[in-house]
Structures are given as C-alpha cells and as structure tokens.
C-alpha cells in the first residue's frame, strides 16, 4: 500500500497548471461572466487538447489511467475556477454516450439534483444532457440528447455564479435510459464533484494563507495572530480530510478487489462499501469548499467582500457545485443506514 | 495512489489474524477498573505473549529488540489488535512507546542491555515525569532542579499526569541542570524505588486514578542514569517524536468506529432512527471517521517513504478529537437518562445499551483536545510549521 499521491499525479497537476496558467487564466476566463456561454468553444477544445475528458478512455482514445488520476485533474480545475460542464462531459465521453465528448469539440451536461426546480446550467452550450440520481437516492440514469430545447426554457437573470449561466425548465424530456453504466456515472460524476470542491477548499486556503502573510495591521501581518492562524489551521484541517476522503473513494473505484475484501470483512455488500466511500467524500469536500471560501472571505476582511477578489466565486461555485449529486443533509442522512 | 496491501503485508497480517485468534480467548478476565497492581499484572502477562511470538516491538528497529516492521505492518498490527479486541498497550505505554525508543536513539550500550529488554518481555513499567503543575504546554520552562553532587544528581521539584506512577519501576524524568529555556534541560532515568519520592494520586473527571503528582525531595539519581548529554535534555526529548510513524490514535480512531456502530444499533432500537437530524449526524461521523482513515494510511505511506514523522499527526489530532467528542455527545443524547448511569443497563428490549462504555468514552474524549498537545497549540503547529504563518510571541 503507497496512498501517497505519485510522481505521475504531480506531473498531471502540474500540466494542468501550465494550461491554465497560459490559456485559461481567472483574467480571461472572468472576461464571460454574466455571458450565456461561460466558456467559449475554444477554451472548451483547450481543456479536451489536453486529455481532461479522456484521461480513463483507454489508449489511443484517452491516457488509460484510473479515477485516482482524474481526481487529482479535477480538484486543479476546481482550483483554477474552470467554468463549463466539466463533469458531464468528462462521464459522457468516459461512457462513449455523445461522440465529440473526449475532444471537447462538445458540451454535455448532467443534472442530478433531487430538487424539485429544474435549474440546468450551461444549457445554450450543451449537444447532451445527462439526468443522474445521486448516491442518496436510486433513479434511473438517463440521456437527452440533444439536449432540452431553448424554447420553453427561461434563462435565469441573476444565477448565483456569474460563471455558471442557469435555465428554469417547466419539465425534463424522458430521453433514453442509460441502465448498463448508470451506477458508475452516478459514483464518478460524485466523485469528481468531490474533487472539484476539494480544489475549491484548497486555493482558498492558499489565498487566505498568502494574504495572511503580506496585510499588515498593527504594525505586523496579520498571521501573526493567532485568531487568524487557527481561521487558517482549520482550513488546512477540512481541505487535507476532505481530499484524503477523496482520494480513498477514488482508489476504491479504481481497484474492486479491495472493494471486495472490505465488503466481506464489514460484512457489507461492494456496492454498499462503494457507495459509503463516495457519499462521505462528497459530503466532507463539499463542506471544506463551503467553509474554506467563508474563512479565507473572513481573513481577507473587507476586500473579501468585494466583487473583484475572486473568493466569491469559490463560494458560489462551491454552493452550485453542493447541490449536485446529493446535498450534505441528503447524503449525510443515507450515508447513516450504512454505518 | 492505492490502497492494495502487498503479498508481504497481507502475509504478515494473515499470521497475525491466526496468532490473535488462537491466543486472545486464553487471556484471563482483564482486571477491575483501578485495581493498577492487577492491571499490571494482565499488561504485562499481555506483553509477554507478544514477546514470545515475535511480535513485541513492532514499531522497535531490530538492533533495539523489537521487529523492525514497516509502517505499514506496524498499522496493520494496530488495525488488527483493536478489530479483534486485543489489550491496548497497557501500563507500560510510556515504556514501549517512548522511553524505550528514546534509549534506543540516544541511550549508552550499557543502557541498551539494561533497560530495552525487560520493556519488551514486560518485566518493567515505565512513567513519565515531564510536565509539572507549572510547565504544561510550555513545557521546557519546567522547574525540577537536578544538582550534582559527585556521580549522583540531586533531584527536587514536582511532577504532574505521571500516569501508572504507582506500578512504576522507572521514570523518564526531564530536570533543569542549566540555564533557564530548552538548553538547561536533561534526560534522566529515576528509579522509582528511590528515597525521596512521593506518589499523590489524581482523580480525573472520569473518576479514574490512573494519573499522579510526583513529589521529589532530594532524590539521588545515578549519573549513568543520564541518556545524553547533560543540558541536551530537550533534543533528546525531540528525537523520540521521530519514531511516530502516523499510527498514533489509530487505535483510538477504530475504537470510535465501533462505537459509533454499536450507537446506531442502540439508536435503532430505540426506534430513534426515524429522526432526520440523527441520521445526519450519525451519517456525518461515519464520513468523517472513514476521512481519518484514509488520512492515517496517508500518513503512514509517507512516513514508510520518507523515514520522516508527517506533520499530518497535527491534522489528524485536530480533525479527531473533535469528532471523538461529537461522538460522545450524540451517545449522550440518544442515551438520554441511560447516560446518567455507569454501571451497565438494558433497553425495553432487554439487549445492552452499552451506555457505560459510552460514558467511558465520552470522558476521555474530552481530555482528546487537550492531551498530547492541546488542539489550540496544534493549531499554532499547523499554522507555523506547514502553512508559513509568522511566528511571533
């Protein structure tokens, strides 16, 4: 056993950080908030030129490496505030459900809130749309494609996230079961949401930390207060918990035989050993993203609460992200008929 | 990234499960609470069968005795000790998990052969004097004068939380020879028979008498008695923590795990379970206990790796203690006016609460935030030591 993150994995983290650092900068992707395309198609083709899609698509279609790779992608895409559907695009092409997925010539999008407002985000932009459950509750998973029409949709005026456009729908068309790999969407797409807030936990953390550093007040930097070091001590807290909860639900997608020997020692079935990995990932990197982009809005003081300081984006990503595959309360209170 | 044992650790955790299962239902009935000369007794009874079958020291390198495992086969051991009900360390925990590695490091050859192998075979107990009621957290301010007078120091103060100090045979004890701070400090082993010490029991909160104030009034120690140099105390103090390996609380941690289970059966039972804001709360602590799983095999997989202690302990005690004591308070409220009673009651249908073993926990949850390194100077640690922050006082 080795649970350390590998050379590869860091070299994968960093190559995403080289994209965006030269192609998808806050600064330019900032540039489309309030637009009803949060990323254009170039920007899109970028992230599918760099295999963000196909990482578990095997060779020559994609890298051939495992949900413990694709984590380690999505929390830097979480970091890097990427908007877009990334999640519904990454399981249509890991499933070969819509062509185009794994290049990122198009957009696909999944909707699994278990709410009873059908808000779906990004949808001027998606060729599909993925209909999921989460792991609280079993439904059938299903494919629009293409996706739901323009008309009879309204567009949302003031979405919470600028970077994620929303559309109000009366009703979701039935579209096509997808039954064969419905409970892997289900289990990948929790995960890499899972990811993506643990980046969101993450870069907050550094953010708050780095101004902890420089702003000076009463003569010293703020960090050298001790109420402001343990804001920052907690952070580090829930984002390390939260990514290991992530990282050991993603080594168990990827290695069933393990899966398997926890399920016959707890007396469990797999999918139930499976399920509780997930939903309790889930519910911890949703609350470290909620709760590190409140305490990093609390050590920056005023300027947190201004427009221009990305830290609100973090929270309002991390809110849009809490209310896909299942909700802290929802999962939280499935996860105890597993305990 | 993975968390597949390899042939060699799933050997050496088969072995273990056939000795555990073979050996735990010979064990006598442990001790009565308190009753500290029997629980020595069963401890040390314990040990001696882990010695016999190679399994005392798994966290000891080979040239000091023990086994030499690696991180890794040193958490399977813990995992497997605790999934199958086996002793904790017992009465002698500062023994085999502190001095014993302290003499290892930075003890003489004639130390080595007097004082490592009756840890191992469980003949001696080991306690430890190092905070006193006026050095705490600021532990190198501590007080306990040592004077020399010729190959004996002379040693007077007072000492505090010397757990099992009454069953003791020796006592790693820190003294101040020098200067006031971390350099005027040495290590000193104090035999516990020795003219001059006086052994106060201290209650705690849980009613529990395993603690001890320890009085010395011109206790003479033998120079040889001194592991490094004199004044050069603190750093050898500092190099024992670099023999924690991320297995620190593990048994802890899976003792919370089972109680947490056993709760929701009571809670089950009780026909509790329909209330929405106990299945979250239950549900939260099993997501949070599984994180600190994972967490700790992340700790242990860069301590195997690297050589290094992790830092991740401070993260992992911060995280842990607190759920502990969630948990303790969720058992509380579902025991309800159970939780008002320590000896052992049933519910309407007559299976056991459990609500002692409960109460138990929770009472020592609460000493979790505090022991070891309070959860408000973890926060500093954490702060300072890995995230950068500036540290002023």
């Excluded at chain 1, 649970?3 to 965006?20: C, M, N, P, S, Y």
């Excluded at chain 1, 009879?152 to 579209?175: D, M, N, V």
């Excluded at chain 2, 302990?313 to 009673?341: N, P, T, W, Y």
Aim: hydrophobic letters at 45%; glycine letters at 10%; one cysteine or more.
């Amino acid at each position: 056993m080795d649970f350390r993150i590998t050379d590869d994995q860091k070299e994968l983290a960093d190559g995403i950080r080289t994209v965006v650092a030269g192609r998808l900068s806050l600064e330019h992707l900032r540039m489309n908030e309030g637009a009803e395309a949060a990323i254009s198609a170039k920007d899109w083709s970028v992230l599918g030129q760099t295999g963000v899609f196909s990482l578990t698509l095997p060779e020559p279609e994609g890298t051939g490496l495992g949900m413990a790779d694709a984590v380690v992608v999505f929390e830097e895409l979480g970091r890097a505030l990427i908007p877009g559907p990334l999640v519904g695009t990454f399981l249509a092409a890991s499933a070969g459900l819509v062509d185009g997925s794994a290049e990122g010539a198009v957009q696909v999008g999944v909707h699994s809130s278990g709410s009873d407002q059908i808000l779906v985000a990004h949808l001027s932009s998606l060729q599909a749309l993925l209909v999921l459950s989460g792991y609280h509750r079993t439904t059938t998973a299903r494919i629009l494609t293409p996706a739901p029409s323009l008309e009879g949709a309204t567009r949302i005026a003031a979405p919470l996230c600028p970077l994620t456009p929303l559309w109000h729908l009366p009703s979701l068309p039935a579209g096509d079961p997808i039954a064969d790999v419905g409970s892997r969407l289900v289990r990948d797409g929790s995960l890499l949401t899972a990811a993506l807030q643990v980046g969101h936990a993450a870069e907050t953390l550094d953010l708050a930390v780095a101004y902890a550093k420089q702003r000076q007040q009463f003569g010293q930097p703020i960090g050298s207060f001790q109420a402001v070091k343990h804001i920052c001590a907690d952070m580090l807290v829930r984002a390390e918990v939260a990514r290991s909860a992530v990282h050991a639900a993603a080594c168990l997608a990827d290695e069933p035989d393990v899966v398997a020997s926890e399920a016959a020692g707890g007396g469990r079935s797999a999918e139930q050993v499976m399920a509780r990995a997930v939903m309790g990932a889930k519910v911890l990197a949703d609350e470290a993203a909620l709760a590190n982009a409140r305490a990093a809005i609390q050590v920056y003081g005023g300027m947190g609460f201004t427009w221009d300081v990305p830290l609100h984006l973090h929270l309002k990503r991390a809110r849009v992200l809490a209310t896909t595959f299942g909700t802290v309360g929802q999962l939280s209170a499935a996860l105890s008929a597993l305990t | 990234m993975d968390l597949r044992y390899t042939a060699s650790e799933l050997t050496f955790r088969d072995e273990l499960r056939v000795w555990l299962g073979s050996t735990l239902p010979k064990l006598p009935a442990p001790p009565p609470a308190d009753d500290w000369p029997a629980r020595r007794r069963f401890d040390a009874h314990w040990q001696r069968l882990l010695f016999d079958s190679g399994y005392a020291g798994v966290d000891w390198p080979i040239d000091g005795g023990g086994r030499g495992s690696s991180p890794i086969e040193q958490l399977i051991f813990k995992e497997e000790c605790e999934r199958a009900g086996a002793p904790y360390v017992g009465v002698n925990f500062v023994g085999l998990l502190h001095a014993g590695p302290t003499v290892i490091a930075e003890g003489t050859v004639a130390q080595k052969e007097r004082y490592l192998a009756p840890i191992l075979r469980g003949d001696d107990v080991w306690c430890q004097g190092f905070s006193e009621p006026d050095a705490g957290s600021d532990l190198a301010s501590l007080r306990t004068r040592a004077v020399r007078d010729g190959d004996h120091y002379i040693v007077s103060g007072s000492k505090i939380w010397t757990s099992h100090a009454e069953v003791a045979d020796h006592c790693e004890l820190l003294v101040r020879t020098g200067d006031d701070g971390h350099r005027g400090i040495t290590w000193l082993i104090m035999p516990m028979d020795a003219d001059g010490i006086e052994i106060r029991p201290l209650r705690t909160i849980a009613g529990s008498t395993e603690f001890a104030e320890l009085f010395l009034d011109e206790v003479r120690i033998p120079v040889e008695n001194r592991v490094g140099d004199e004044n050069d105390g603190w750093r050898v103090t500092m190099v024992t923590l670099s023999f924690e390996r991320g297995t620190a609380f593990v048994g802890e941690l899976l003792e919370s795990m089972r109680l947490l289970g056993a709760l929701h059966q009571v809670a089950d039972g009780l026909g509790l379970m329909d209330d929405l804001g106990l299945q979250r709360r239950i549900g939260h602590l099993t997501a949070a206990f599984d994180a600190l799983w994972a967490l700790t095999k992340r700790n242990v997989s860069e301590a195997a790796q690297s050589g290094i202690p992790g830092i991740g302990g401070s993260v992992f005690k911060l995280s842990f203690s607190e759920h502990a004591q969630a948990l303790g308070d969720l058992a509380m409220e579902i025991l309800d006016r159970a939780a008002l009673s320590g000896d052992p009651l049933c519910g309407p249908d007559g299976t056991a609460l459990g609500n002692e073993a409960h109460l138990h926990a929770w009472f020592k949850s609460i000493s979790l935030t505090i022991a070891a390194g309070t959860s408000q100077v973890q926060r500093n640690i954490v702060a300072e030591r890995i995230l950068g922050l500036p540290k002023v006082r």
